[in-house]
């Protein structure tokens, strides 16, 4: 895979790549320098990738694996992501801090859920990516990542049920 063939079919991935990482390793530079060193790792196996079927599979897979080698580093025996949320600034209509609010208490109901349904519901319904990526990023059946994640929103959903009920 040449320059041009690397940059046309790896680095334009690299913006959908960055919500992901940021999410996972929680906050903005270190997810820039994730990005940088994952298309680093990319480009240093280059020769393979250009065989490989699904190349946004493997990106992502690439992308997720760093995240959760640099988690396990500097968080021994994590077992879940540290969801990070910014501070409300000043200028904030109420629409807004609704939408923060509603995004840490999504973020806390994540943390709760089973590691894999956790996972899935991420790939899926925060970054968007289809069944086909998530199977190749994950390495599970697409009947299985479907299971999982109506299990993560049947979760989900009854918890901010029980939350937002008043009586």
């Not at 041009?4 to 959908?16: A, C, I, P, T, Y």
Request: contains cysteine.
């Amino acid at each position: 895979m040449n320059s041009n063939d690397f940059k046309n079919r790896v680095v334009s991935l690299s913006e959908r790549i960055y919500p992901m990482v940021a999410r996972m390793l929680g906050n903005k530079e270190s997810a820039e320098d994730a990005v940088q060193e994952i298309m680093i790792k990319l480009w240093d196996n280059r020769r393979n990738l250009m065989n490989h079927p699904n190349i946004i599979g493997f990106v992502f897979l690439t992308a997720r694996n760093y995240c959760l080698d640099i988690l396990k580093k500097k968080y021994p025996g994590m077992e879940s992501f540290d969801l990070h949320y910014g501070l409300v600034e000043k200028g904030i209509n109420e629409n807004e801090i609704e939408w923060k609010e509603l995004n840490v208490i999504v973020g806390n109901i994540l943390k709760e859920l089973p590691e894999q349904q956790r996972e899935i519901m991420i790939l899926r319904d925060l970054d968007g990516l289809e069944y086909n990526e998530i199977s190749e990023i994950t390495k599970l059946n697409i009947e299985h990542i479907r299971v999982l994640l109506s299990r993560a929103r049947k979760q989900v959903s009854i918890k901010l049920k029980k939350i937002y009920s008043y009586e």
